[in-house]
């Protein structure tokens, strides 16, 4: 397993922009597949984007398509989130997450961070 710490949250106006960080410890980042997801309080836990281990293949949710962009540094254990266009219903706790395949379903990943929260305001 890796352990993973994401930072970069805070709080942004609408049409605004972060950049998410999540830094992965252990020498085998290279070789998972990462994913993150978020949850709005009061609110299940969903998909936001995923990456294969290579950053060959990326998956995005429907609501942030064309806004918010994974890539990964294989060099630095490090997968980003980008996030342009920020609109408040993008307020949540965000979560990245290892696993061994890009998915959209939150429990096919094994370790998962703390998470960051991401305020966006009217």
């Known amino acids: 397993q890796v352990q993973l710490v994401e930072s970069g949250g805070g709080l942004v106006q609408a049409g605004g922009s972060l950049r998410l960080s999540c830094a992965a410890s252990?020498?085998?980042?290279?070789?998972?597949?990462m994913g993150w997801f978020r949850q709005a309080s009061g609110k299940e836990r969903e998909f936001v984007a995923a990456?294969?281990?290579?950053?060959?293949?990326?998956l995005y949710a429907d609501s942030v398509k064309g806004r918010f962009t994974i890539a990964r540094g294989n060099a630095k254990n490090t997968v980003y989130l980008q996030m342009n266009s920020q609109k408040p219903e993008d307020t949540a706790v965000y979560y990245c997450?290892?696993?061994?395949?890009?998915?959209?379903?939150?429990?096919?990943?094994?370790?998962w961070g703390q998470g960051t929260q991401v305020t966006v305001s009217s």
């Open positions: 990456i294969s281990w290579s950053g060959g293949r990326t």
């Open positions: 252990g020498r085998t980042f290279s070789s998972y597949a």
């Open positions: 997450a290892a696993g061994f395949g890009a998915s959209v379903t939150w429990n096919e990943y094994q370790s």
